[in-house]
Nanobody, 126 residues
Framework: EVQLVESGGGLVQAGGSLRLSCATS????????IGWFRQVPGKEREGVSC????????VYLDSVKARFTTSSDNAKNTVFLQMNGLQPEDTAVYYC???????????????????WGQGTQVTVSS
């Protein structure tokens, strides 16, 4: 059974940094991707980034490309989202999710993902 567990959220001032972790288990191969999404009440879940576990290829939402970095530690089966230069508009619940294929052209479509973590709150104060 595939499981994803996020951690690392919290409260930070504008301009600060946080690193989210997504511990994964249950995968039988590396031919999958991990997406990071975020959601605020009343809005659609928004794709932030995606990383293909097999080759490390990454893609990002344009508004975070210069500030966020996703990476993976394959030995620990953990994916990270390093968030720098956080702004109040980054406040959201952040989720990691798994798709059974590498990051695709529709990586930011949440319906494409099969498995989801429980989410972790990120709050950025001004």
């Amino acid at each position: 059974e595939v499981q994803l567990v996020e951690s690392g959220g919290g409260l930070v001032q504008a301009g600060g940094s946080l690193r989210l972790s997504c511990a994964t288990s249950g995968f039988t191969s590396n031919d999958y991707s991990i997406g990071w999404f975020r959601q605020v009440p009343g809005k659609e879940r928004e794709g932030v980034s995606c990383i293909s576990r097999a080759n490390g290829r990454t893609v990002y939402l344009d508004s975070v490309k210069a500030r966020f970095t996703t990476s993976s530690d394959n030995a620990k089966n953990t994916v990270f989202l390093q968030m720098n230069g956080l702004q109040p508009e980054d406040t959201a619940v952040y989720y990691c999710a798994a798709d059974s294929r590498p990051c695709s052209a529709t990586w930011d479509v949440h319906d494409e993902y099969l498995y989801w973590g429980q989410g972790t709150q990120v709050t950025v104060s001004s």
